[in-house]
């Protein structure tokens, strides 16, 4: 349920409070350019992102401009100038009646743009050289796809990737401040958790950093839903559902935070790997989404959609008094924030060299295959490994170190997780970020401290999330955007390269013909030994 918002006049001043606060909080920490108007670059940023001509199926080849078609544009989202600023004449390309042009988005292969187009990667065609099926495709490669079949209702985007994951420029959003400033219900909210009572902020900021998700997406739907960032709850239901799931036994801020953060890692990822083909909305009903769409438009689409009925849907995401026109009166213009940032990946991003998590010349075990990075929805990114020690089983503290694979700057030690920083900046929202779960508290790393390889940075045990025995979590991250073990990035460790089998959490290592497969019963098969 949608709790009663305060009256249009009273939210507008609040929402102009909130703009006039959030310019001076950011003031220091982004560019001068004013990133609430739709300028030049916001305007090629969102016709990079989002484009899709479908030419007429008329006999032959037809003349199509290589200019993306601004999608936004035929029903904007924000007011854009009368004239827009002169633009270079692009070449014109030649394309085959019943072919659309698609161009290739930040993150993009071949596999899953044909797993989008419901097409084989051998019927798409480009002018220029295509990569391999999984490698990361040149931003705005054009390419020549069947035109689809299928009928998608929902054609427009919603948000930049950036605007979606704990991306660049998320790591400097101080929710604290935002909270406290706009004075609302959420800013006197706490919860017990775990250890402690955590404050409203602390917890958007907590699910925010542990989902990888940007806080100012969890903001704006809070406000959006249950209007705590400006306002009160109304009844009991306002106190115990700040977003409105209602799902049995789950109440409270961090509960409900942590749903969206699913949904949106499922419309996320799964439209980035292509194995999200439908939308499934409150009422059961089901729509094709748009094969042109990015991956963080889907995964806003992907909540909405199990938030509302479908007919209700178009209104609460698009309408003049929707979630996307809330938060851009709250945030500004998400798409020139997006045009500050860049695409979050590209062919030029390579993974980095890492080190088995352990000293050389231990036995150690891999207990799992790859398997979700963090919360369900994310890629299967990560390996479990465990120590073999005599007389150290089950849910204990084991005496043996997990090491740092690179080296790095730790920028989270709590709860169970150690985050280093490669690119040294202390920002986890930026670069390669290796993330480490199950370290226990007693002798582990502190935030702050440089490592290198084989520095010691924690004990392996079950603290921090559910486990069954003790085991380190090693998991990757880049720009905010959850790494798959598969794919344009694999994961390898000494060479020892992760792949995945059909079941989760299974799957095996592969050096020089070698293998080393999963099990926690301490099959030898499932032993690997570091080098010296």
């Known amino acids: 349920m949608i709790l009663k918002k305060p009256d249009q006049a009273k939210q507008l001043v609040r929402q102009l409070i909130l703009v006039i606060i959030l310019a001076s909080l950011f003031g220091c920490n982004l560019p001068s350019a004013d990133v609430t108007a739709p300028t030049a670059t916001a305007i090629s940023a969102r016709q990079t992102l989002f484009a899709l001509t479908y030419p007429s199926p008329t006999p032959g080849f037809q003349s199509v401009v290589a200019t993306p078609t601004p999608w936004i544009s035929q029903q904007p989202l924000v007011t854009l100038p009368a004239t827009l600023p002169p633009s270079t004449p692009t070449p014109v390309l030649a394309v085959p009646a019943g072919i659309v042009v698609y161009y290739a988005q930040s993150g993009d292969t071949l596999k899953s743009v044909a797993a989008r187009f419901r097409v084989s990667t051998g019927e798409i065609n480009s002018p220029e050289a295509i990569p391999a099926p999984e490698s990361l495709l040149p931003i705005g490669l054009a390419l020549f796809i069947p035109t689809p079949t299928f009928i998608a209702p929902y054609q427009l985007p ?119 083909k439908v939308l499934t909305f409150k009422d059961g009903s089901i729509a094709e989404i748009a094969p042109a769409l990015n991956p963080g438009s889907v995964a806003l689409q992907n909540l909405f959609a199990s938030l509302y009925e479908q007919k209700n849907f178009h209104h609460a995401l698009y309408g003049p008094g929707g979630f996307l026109a809330l938060e851009q009166q709250l945030f500004g213009d998400p798409f020139a924030r997006a045009a500050l940032v860049g695409p979050l990946l590209t062919p030029a991003v390579s993974p980095p060299t890492l080190t088995l998590p352990f000293l050389p010349g231990l036995r150690w075990a891999l207990t799992s295959g790859p398997h979700l990075t963090w919360q369900p929805g994310t890629p299967r990114g990560s390996l479990d490994f465990a120590p073999r020690v005599e007389g150290q089983r089950g849910c204990m503290t084991s005496s043996a170190w997990a090491t740092s694979p690179v080296r790095g700057l730790v920028t989270r030690s709590a709860r169970g997780a150690v985050a280093i920083d490669l690119d040294g900046d202390g920002d986890e929202s930026t670069g390669w970020v290796i993330i480490f779960m199950h370290m226990a508290s007693q002798e582990r790393v502190r935030v702050g401290a440089w490592v290198k390889v084989d520095d010691p940075i924690g004990h392996p045990s079950c603290e921090g999330g559910y486990a069954t025995g003790l085991h380190l979590h090693i998991t990757r991250k880049y720009n905010g955007v959850w790494i798959g073990a598969e794919g344009p990035l694999p994961l390898i460790l000494d060479g020892w390269q992760a792949f995945a089998s059909p079941s989760a959490y299974a799957g095996y290592l592969v050096r020089d013909g070698v293998t080393v497969y999963s099990n926690t019963a301490d099959k030898e098969y499932s032993h690997i030994y570091r080098d010296n």
Not at 200 to 225: C, F, K, M, Q
Not at 252 to 263: M, Q, S, T
Request: proline share 4%.
């Open 158 to 276: 919603a948000l930049p990737d950036s605007e979606i994951v704990f991306g660049p420029g998320s790591g400097r959003v101080d929710v604290n401040a935002i909270v406290q400033q706009a004075n609302g219900y959420l800013a006197r909210y706490q919860e017990s958790l775990w250890d402690r009572r955590y404050t409203g902020a602390e917890i958007v900021d907590l699910v925010a950093r542990e989902t990888s998700t940007n806080p100012r997406l969890l903001l704006a739907l809070i406000e959006y839903r249950s209007g705590w960032l400006f306002g009160q709850p109304l009844g009991e239901d306002g106190e115990l559902y700040p977003i409105g799931f209602k799902a049995e036994k789950v109440t409270g801020l961090y509960a409900e935070l942590f749903i969206v953060a699913r949904l949106l890692a499922e419309g996320y990822y799964g439209w980035s790997d292509g194995s999200l």
